[in-house]
């Protein structure tokens, strides 16, 4: 398995800033993601983190809006900018292993827009 | 474009019952998984499957998955209250190059009353 663990666990952020949520997996991994789980909803990936390269991102989800750092193979940052109450989320972090095929989520980081 | 669906989306049980939550996918697939959310927490990993067949069991819970029908399905026997809780399975997909991406269901949300 993998130990994740994200920071913040939680914040509550003014309309028109920006929140960096870090992700840090206890062991190196290939693969690490960005989702985001709205209210009541199912979880939607929002980009790839790639390392050493730009993320990959989904329909719908742009670079300016959720920039995404991955320096090394345990750690990688998501930055949610110019916030609106819309991006009132849980955001997580997940990690998978090319074997077993896993995938595993950190706890996420519950973000209130006000 | 992948899109896998779950049902039922709700599922109230009495304790002791069994009852079998479906989720149906709509192009090939190379891994399916299911996993439990629960209320404010991140999401736990149940099974993965990886073939045609493949049936895995833990405790009261037992996933199968038909590659042919795109079909999986999660059979919950004698429920208990512990088992209250969403479960989503969640179908991977290569996306390009050596990347992989996961597509989630909707979610059952299952309440198992005494």
């Known amino acids: 398995s993998a130990v994740i663990s994200q920071k913040p666990s939680r914040d509550i952020c003014q309309r028109g800033t920006s929140l960096t949520i870090q992700c840090q997996v206890d062991?190196?991994?290939?693969?690490m993601f960005w989702y985001r789980q709205q209210p009541g909803q199912s979880l939607t990936l929002i980009a790839t983190?790639?390392?050493?390269?730009?993320?990959?991102?989904e329909s719908g989800f742009v670079i300016d809006k959720f920039p995404i750092s991955r320096p090394n193979l345990t750690f990688s940052t998501l930055t949610v900018s110019n916030m609106s109450p819309e991006d009132s989320s849980i955001y997580l972090c997940?990690?998978?292993?090319?074997?077993?095929?896993?995938?595993?989520f950190g706890p996420g980081t519950r973000l209130t827009v006000t | 474009e992948l899109k896998v669906e779950q049902n039922p989306l709700f599922l109230s049980m009495q304790e002791g019952k069994n009852y079998t939550i479906y989720c149906n996918y709509s192009?090939?697939?190379?891994?399916l998984y299911w996993y439990r959310q629960d209320p404010g927490k991140s999401l736990e990993s149940l099974f993965v499957?990886?073939?045609?067949?493949a049936v895995k069991q833990e405790g009261r819970l037992m996933a199968s998955l038909d590659t042919k029908a795109r079909l999986s399905t999660l059979h919950i026997t004698a429920a208990v209250h512990d088992l209250s809780a969403t479960y989503f399975c969640?179908?991977?997909?290569?996306?390009?190059?050596?990347?992989?991406?996961?597509?989630f269901g909707k979610g059952t949300l299952l309440t198992v009353n005494p």
């Open positions: 192009t090939t697939s190379d891994r």
């Open positions: 997940s990690v998978s292993r090319t074997v077993p095929y896993e995938q595993y």
């Open positions: 062991s190196q991994v290939t693969m």
């Open positions: 969640a179908v991977d997909r290569k996306s390009g190059g050596s990347n992989y991406k996961l597509t």
């Open positions: 499957l990886l073939s045609n067949g």
């Open positions: 983190a790639n390392q050493g390269s730009e993320a990959t991102y």
